[in-house]
């Protein structure tokens, strides 16, 4: 069972870097704490959707941004869709790219929403990344027997 412990030590040490450097918020630890043993891919799953949804959308705001006359309400729209999505999943960071990038959008600010797309996206593949990291351990700790620790 050493190796469950150096896993779960992994886990938290993983996740608490996440929180101090603002990738994750309580929003996220609420997630978790809703995961119960009756459905434990509860949080995959949750997170999986914002996945498919965050790229559809990265994908739209990019085609809206590239139209000759730029529908800066659909823009909005799309960013408010994404703040959203991103907020309910605690990704802290892309929730707070998206609230300057609605600034942009008030103010009918091509460039700045063109420079923001490409803010939200790296902020995006940066949480993509450390969320993937983050469930993978999960399993990990699964597949050798162990529990995944609670946080509080």
Do not use: W
């Not at 309910?88 to 600010?109: D, L, M, P, W, Y």
């Amino acid at each position: 069972m050493e190796i469950v412990g150096k896993l779960q030590k992994q886990f938290i040490d993983f996740i608490t870097a996440l929180y101090h450097e603002g990738f994750l918020d309580d929003q996220f630890l609420q997630l978790k704490k809703l995961q119960v043993e009756s459905n434990p891919d509860f949080v995959f799953e949750v997170v999986t959707l914002f996945f498919e949804d965050s790229e559809k959308i990265i994908n739209n705001l990019a085609a809206t941004l590239q139209q000759q006359v730029v529908d800066f309400k659909q823009v909005d729209s799309h960013v408010h869709q994404f703040k959203g999505s991103s907020s309910s999943v605690g990704a802290q960071r892309v929730t707070n790219a998206c609230i300057a990038f609605r600034n942009f959008c008030e103010q009918k600010n091509l460039e700045g929403c063109v420079q923001c797309l490409q803010h939200v996206k790296h902020e995006y593949f940066l949480v993509k990344n450390k969320l993937e990291t983050l469930l993978r351990l999960e399993q990990q700790i699964l597949a050798a027997g162990g529990t995944i620790p609670v946080l509080s």
